[in-house]
């Protein structure tokens, strides 16, 4: 009789600090500067531990003026996968210091945190999804500041896509009135099983602006999303679950102006399933 398992559990997480393109430079445009991934950490389908540290990391231009794109003082990013017997984890954390875009955006600390359980004996087995806490602290354009308060308990509820519907249908109408702008649900569709749909919401909760009365006539907030003249959007605590896979970017960025392009920063994805 063989020893071998009939099923095996296939890990899939990473972790990244901070990545982003620069297409858009003042007047020059089509340009393709790319700023490579800081710390990347990616689990083998087999699970173990992945980590990546960068420090003092700065891309530097010289045309069509000399400025610094992105600096950042610290990124620390680690997955780990862990067989344990009747149950499986994938913890996922990232850590940014001291991010800096464009001579303009700073962030002073960026934290990324949580773990997924999965029960291998359970008859119709859903992630288990907790959290240490995150935090997007120190977020400063020019001279206005902005406190960005999270709310972690959808995340909680991340599974997969029908467990935060589900979390969502069981709200009352004035947790709906406060909070119905962070969640976007893909409604059914004919054809589409329920856990193939695609639900989108934000751990925002809040952002307060502090600063400057002109300098804060530029910006504005729209529910989770900072619009900032002369600099782009701002987007913050944004989570995508599709099936069993949940990806979070703390930051996500549409520059534009004197200089355009996508970033991110404080991103990660879990997700796994028994296997033949």
Not at 53 to 70: E, F, G, H, I, M
Not at 88 to 105: G, H, I, Q, W
Not at 194 to 220: D, N, T
Request: with cysteine.
């Amino acid at each position: 009789m063989s020893n071998y398992p009939s099923k095996y559990f296939r890990f899939s997480g990473h972790a990244l600090g901070v990545a982003a393109r620069f297409t858009q430079l003042d007047e020059m445009e089509n340009l393709n500067h790319v700023i490579p991934t800081l710390g990347a950490s990616v689990l083998a389908p087999t699970g173990g531990d992945a980590q990546a540290s960068v420090k003092d990391y700065a891309y530097t231009v010289d045309k069509p003026r000399k400025r610094t794109l992105l600096s950042v003082r610290k990124v620390e990013t680690a997955t780990h996968g862990r067989d344990l017997g009747k149950r499986f984890e994938t913890e996922v954390e990232a850590d940014v210091e001291e991010l800096r875009l464009v001579e303009k955006l700073n962030i002073g600390y960026i934290h990324l945190h949580f773990l997924s359980k999965f029960d291998s004996e359970a008859a119709n087995p859903v992630s288990v999804v907790t959290t240490k806490g995150s935090r997007i602290e120190g977020l400063q354009m020019g001279q206005v500041k902005a406190e960005v308060i999270l709310d972690e308990e959808p995340l909680l509820f991340s599974g997969n896509s029908e467990q935060l519907a589900e979390f969502y249908n069981k709200q009352k109408d004035d947790y709906r009135a406060k909070n119905g702008w962070r969640f976007a649900l893909d409604p059914a569709a004919e054809g589409k099983c329920k856990c193939c749909r695609e639900h989108k919401f934000s751990l925002v909760r809040e952002i307060r602006l502090s600063g400057p009365e002109p300098e804060k006539q530029k910006i504005s907030v729209d529910g989770y999303t900072i619009h900032w003249k002369g600099f782009g959007r701002i987007v913050l605590g944004e989570v995508h679950i599709k099936g069993n896979e949940r990806r979070v970017a703390l930051v996500r960025l549409a520059m534009g102006c004197d200089a355009g392009g996508p970033g991110t920063a404080g991103g990660g994805a879990s997700n796994g399933h028994l296997g033949n």
